[in-house]
């Protein structure tokens, strides 16, 4: 089974840069489509970004639009650790961030920013971007 811990959330200024790290215990994350999402209080859990397995042809990335541009979700070359760097970091990015990890196959019926499309959570890190 595959667990995922999340790592890297910081009080952060807002222009500022976290990276967050999604690392997988005990299993390669090659076949898996990870995504990250976050959560305010208050607000629904919200798909952030996604990345397709390694073994398809193209590595494919997928960014919610309020975050395109600004962060950046990528894999290490062992394929246990998946990253989420996020520059120009502003107070609306305040939330509970999660990793998750699901079947590459949501990824075809565009499905890769749906919570109920992933079998697989971390606990959640906290992202406070404050002055």
């Known amino acids: 089974q595959l667990q995922l811990v999340e790592s890297g959330g910081d009080l952060v200024q807002p222009g500022g840069s976290l990276r967050l790290s999604c690392a997988a215990s005990g299993i390669r994350l090659d076949y898996y489509a990870i995504g990250w999402f976050r959560q305010a209080p208050g607000k629904e859990r919200e798909g952030v970004a996604c990345i397709s397995p390694t073994d398809t042809l193209d590595t494919k990335t997928f960014y919610t639009d309020s975050v395109k541009g600004r962060f950046t979700i990528f894999r290490d070359n062992a394929e246990t650790t998946v990253y989420l760097q996020m520059n120009s970091l502003t107070p609306e990015d305040t939330a509970v961030y999660f990793c998750?990890?699901?079947?590459?196959?949501?990824?075809?019926?565009?499905?890769?920013?749906?919570?109920?499309?992933?079998?697989?959570w971390g606990q959640g890190i906290r992202v406070t971007v404050s002055s």
């Open positions: 998750a990890g699901g079947s590459p196959l949501m990824l075809r019926s565009g499905g890769y920013f749906l919570p109920s499309e992933y079998d697989y």
